[in-house]
T-cell receptor
Framework: NAGVMQNPRHLVRRRGQEARLRCSPM?????VYWYRQLPEEGLKFMVY????????ESGMPKERFSAEFPKEGPSILRIQQVVRGDSAAYFC???????????FGPGTRLTVL | QKEVEQNSGPLSVPEGAIASLNCTYS??????FFWYRQYSGKSPELIMF????GDKEDGRFTAQLNKASQYVSLLIRDSQPSDSATYLC???????????FGAGTRLFVKA
């Protein structure tokens, strides 16, 4: 059973470009969470999604950030017009229905030049 | 006050000793508690979860929860150098979907 998959693993963008981060949950998992981690800091919750629904986006910046989890395909975290402060590791986690334990993907390291 | 607080460490213990990692949380409505291990440059890995007051043991790991004191801990027995990592405490409210993580405690196990 493959784990949570994220791609790309490393992403370099220039200021003002768009970043698209993809996450495929574990098989049988319908809940997806996105987190951001700055160096030497803990994980910060961004958004929680189920298939085709955003359930809780209270941790997501109001501007430039969006997330989706379509019926088919991976979950996408989209950052428009990136700035240097967006440089961080972005982790996706998934859990099966009825369970709270989250299983993390390897992360995407975003660097904004 | 931070929602989930951990001593940043580093905590240094000799090989074979017991490592004790502590965490306090501010929301009395918290219902679920998790410990994750994160190696440098890697993603968090779930070690333990606990929902009820008391102790829960899994191999060399024991999670302890005291809801009255809003305190959760992780004990690692017979610590090994491979246990050297950052340990993240995480808390979720009852019926909630948002998991709040502490900043982590860095553990060093000296051979």
């Amino acid at each position: 059973n493959a784990g949570v998959m994220q791609n790309p693993r490393h992403l370099v963008r220039r200021r003002g470009q768009e970043a698209r981060l993809r996450c495929s949950p574990m098989k049988g998992h319908s809940h997806v969470y996105w987190y951001r981690q700055l160096p030497e800091e803990g994980l910060k919750f961004m958004v929680y999604l189920q298939k085709e629904n955003i359930i809780d986006e209270s941790g997501m910046p109001k501007e430039r950030f969006s997330a989706e989890f379509p019926k088919e395909g991976p979950s996408i975290l989209r950052i428009q017009q990136v700035v240097r402060g967006d440089s961080a590791a972005y982790f996706c986690a998934s859990s099966p229905p009825g369970h709270e334990e989250e299983f993390f993907g390897p992360g995407t390291r975003l660097t904004v030049l | 006050q931070k929602e989930v607080e951990q001593n940043s460490g580093p905590l240094s213990v000799p090989e074979g000793a017991i490592a004790s990692l502590n965490c306090t949380y501010s929301d009395r409505g918290s219902q679920s508690f998790f410990w994750y291990r994160q190696y440098s440059g890697k993603s968090p890995e779930l070690i333990m979860f606990i929902y009820s007051n008391g102790d829960k043991e899994d191999g060399r790991f024991t999670a302890q929860l005291n809801k009255a004191s809003q305190y959760v801990s992780l004990l690692i027995r017979d610590s090994q150098p491979s246990d050297s990592a950052t340990y993240l405490c995480a808390v979720r409210q009852a019926g909630g979907f948002k998991t709040i993580f502490g900043a982590g405690t860095r553990l060093f196990v000296k051979a």
